[in-house]
C-alpha cells in the first residue's frame, strides 16, 4: 500500500496520542485530513478516560490488525458515575477540563472491524476503541465539523504532551508499516 510506504518515510513525524498509539496526519484542504493510526505489540493501555467523541467525521481502513468499537449516550444526571471533560489543545498537548456535567454512559452498540474492512463514525458519537489484536494499523480519513469535544470518565488526567516518537519506537513503526505493505 502506498500510503504506509510513504509513513515509513515520514516515520520520525509520528507522535504519540493519548490513547496509546502512534499516529502521522496531513491536512488535504477544505477541513479534511488523512492519517495513519499504529498500535504497536506491547504499546501502552487505554488511559482511564478513553470514551470520547470527535469534531470530525471518520472513515477507517483496518490495514492490519481488528479493534472493537463501541458506542454509546450520554444521559446527564447530577449524581452520575461519569464526569464530562472537555478536550482543548495547546500545541501538541491535551487538555482535558471538568465541563461541570455528570451523568451515565449509555451502551447503543458494538462492533468489529477485522484487517481489510471499514467503519465510519459520524462527529459527534461517543466511542471507545479496543484493539484486540496487534499491530493495528489504521488510515483514516477526516472531515471537521467543528463541534466541541468531549470525553468521559472518573478521574482528572494532567496534560498529555502530543509527543514525537523516539528513535526506537520510529524504527518499531517502520518495521510495521513495511511488513504490512508487504516490503
Known amino acids: 500500500m502506498k500510503a504506509l510506504i510513504e509513513a515509513a518515510d515520514r ?11 502512534f499516529y502521522l ?3 488535504v484542504g477544505e477541513g479534511r485530513a488523512q492519517r495513519v493510526h499504529v498500535w504497536l505489540p506491547g504499546g501502552p493501555d487505554r488511559p482511564e478516560n478513553d470514551r470520547h467523541q470527535h469534531s470530525f467525521d471518520i472513515e477507517s481502513l483496518v490495514a492490519v490488525g481488528r479493534m472493537r468499537s463501541e458506542l454509546f449516550s450520554f444521559e446527564e444526571e447530577e449524581g452520575g458515575r461519569e464526569v464530562e471533560f472537555a478536550v482543548t489543545y495547546d500545541g ?3 487538555i482535558l477540563s471538568p465541563s461541570g456535567r455528570r451523568g451515565w454512559l449509555l451502551p447503543i452498540a458494538s462492533f468489529e472491524t477485522i484487517t481489510g474492512a471499514t467503519y465510519r463514525l459520524e ?3 461517543i466511542h ?3 484493539v484486540t489484536e496487534r ?5 483514516v480519513q477526516t472531515q471537521e ?5 468531549f470525553s468521559y470518565g472518573h478521574e482528572d488526567e494532567a496534560a498529555f504532551d502530543r509527543r514525537l516518537c523516539t528513535e526506537s519506537e520510529a524504527e ?3 518495521c510495521q508499516l513495511m511488513d504490512t505493505a508487504g516490503r
Do not use: M
Request: charged share 25%.
Open 123 to 125: 462527529a459527534g458519537v
Open 11 to 21: 516515520v520520525r513525524e509520528f507522535r504519540l496520542h493519548p490513547l496509546g498509539f
Open 92 to 94: 501538541k498537548a491535551s
Open 172 to 174: 518499531r513503526i517502520r
Open 25 to 27: 496526519q496531513d491536512g
Open 128 to 130: 471507545r476503541v479496543s
Open 135 to 139: 499491530p493495528c494499523i489504521t488510515l
Open 145 to 149: 465539523r467543528h463541534i466541541p469535544i
